[in-house]
């Protein structure tokens, strides 16, 4: 089992590191929140662009990542 959380670590943590390097920087910062813009965070094309897909990767790597994490240390 050591092998198998060290290797989901390895894995979850390349993921990490490439995926927040690949997303674009928000220079409006929490201003794109309200507003009717496309680009805000309930915009008509969220879910399938590529940010969104880059953000849903970042969740799910951060999430294997910790849980491997408190695995090992367990």
Same mark, same amino acid.
């Given at each position: 089992? /050591?092998?198998? +959380? @060290? $290797? !989901?670590?390895?894995?979850?943590?390349?993921? !990490?590191? #490439? @995926? #927040?390097?690949?997303?674009?920087? %928000?220079?409006?910062?929490?201003? /794109? $929140?309200?507003? %009717?813009?496309?680009? @805000?965070?309930?915009? *008509?094309?969220?879910? /399938?662009? *590529?940010?969104?897909?880059?953000? *849903? #990767? /970042?969740? #799910?790597?951060?999430? $294997? +990542?910790?849980?491997?994490?408190?695995?090992?240390?367990?």
């Amino acid at each position: 089992m /050591t092998i198998l +959380f @060290s $290797i !989901l670590i390895l894995v979850s943590s390349v993921a !990490l590191i #490439v @995926s #927040v390097l690949l997303q674009e920087g %928000n220079a409006e910062g929490l201003g /794109t $929140i309200g507003g %009717n813009s496309p680009e @805000s965070m309930w915009g *008509k094309n969220r879910g /399938t662009s *590529k940010e969104a897909m880059l953000q *849903k #990767v /970042t969740v #799910v790597s951060a999430i $294997i +990542f910790i849980i491997s994490a408190v695995a090992l240390a367990a």
